[in-house]
T-cell receptor
Framework: QQQVKQSPQSLIVQKGGISIINCAYENTAFDYFPWYQQFPGKGPALLIAIRPDVSEKKEGRFTISFNKSAKQFSLHIMDSQPGDSATYFCAASIWNTDKLIFGTGTRLQVFP | GAVVSQHPSWVICKSGTSVKIECRSLDFQATTMFWYRQFPKQSLMLMATSNEGSKATYEQGVEKDKFLINHASLTLSTLTVTSAHPEDSSFYIC??????????????FGDGTRLSIL
């Protein structure tokens, strides 16, 4: 029940296309859902985050869609660029611990 | 923006050696910091929560005597891997919340320490 399931494991997108990564969870105690981007040999960097009281949040080319009833959330990267090639992790935080539970990661490759 | 610094970035040492990794919040204070472990091409696994002025809280299955955590000040937490063995080789990453948002989020991560035990 503490897991966050993430798919796909890897994703190949052409430059200018839309990258979509999906996550699902079971624990209704999760109330904060961030997405992180990680380049090889570096720590994760926060991209965008959402709380369950909104269904969508957009920051630049990055959008989180959140479906509370389905317990699913997704990251959309519009106009994907080669520089977006990285590993993306969704995560969830439980309200009373602030611990982050990470998804398994998606390796995104954007080809010119 | 919030910056978390880790040192060293890479360490290679012999089996049986103890290794200390530092995590500093450079432009903000952090009463809580988190330590993660990441194996190649895998996700981040929370090892422990570091609390300033009190004992760390370890996740199930993490040996507290193997991974010693000290949160000495509001800007520094250290992780010491004692008597390290090859199976302890991994990428260790710390994070700290900046208190600019919602409770202890967002968390800002250091660039990690790659530990290789020969």
């Amino acid at each position: 029940q503490q897991q966050v399931k993430q798919s796909p494991q890897s994703l190949i997108v052409q430059k200018g296309g839309i990258s979509i990564i999906n996550c699902a969870y079971e624990n209704t105690a999760f109330d904060y859902f961030p997405w992180y981007q990680q380049f090889p040999g570096k720590g994760p960097a926060l991209l965008i985050a959402i709380r369950p009281d909104v269904s969508e949040k957009k920051e630049g080319r990055f959008t989180i869609s959140f479906n509370k009833s389905a317990k699913q959330f997704s990251l959309h990267i519009m106009d994907s660029q080669p520089g977006d090639s990285a590993t993306y992790f969704c995560a969830a935080s439980i309200w009373n611990t602030d611990k982050l539970i990470f998804g398994t990661g998606t390796r995104l490759q954007v080809f010119p | 923006g919030a910056v978390v610094s880790q040192h060293p970035s890479w360490v290679i040492c012999k089996s049986g050696t103890s290794v200390k990794i530092e995590c500093r919040s450079l432009d903000f204070q952090a009463t809580t910091m988190f330590w993660y472990r990441q194996f190649p091409k895998q996700s981040l696994m929370l090892m422990a929560t570091s609390n300033e002025g009190s004992k760390a809280t370890y996740e199930q299955g993490v040996e507290k005597d193997k991974f010693l955590i000290n949160h000495a000040s509001l800007t520094l937490s250290t992780l010491t891997v004692t008597s390290a063995h090859p199976e302890d080789s991994s990428f260790y990453i710390c994070s700290a919340p900046s208190f600019t948002g919602f409770r202890n989020q967002p968390q800002h991560f250091g660039d990690g320490t790659r530990l290789s035990i020969l």
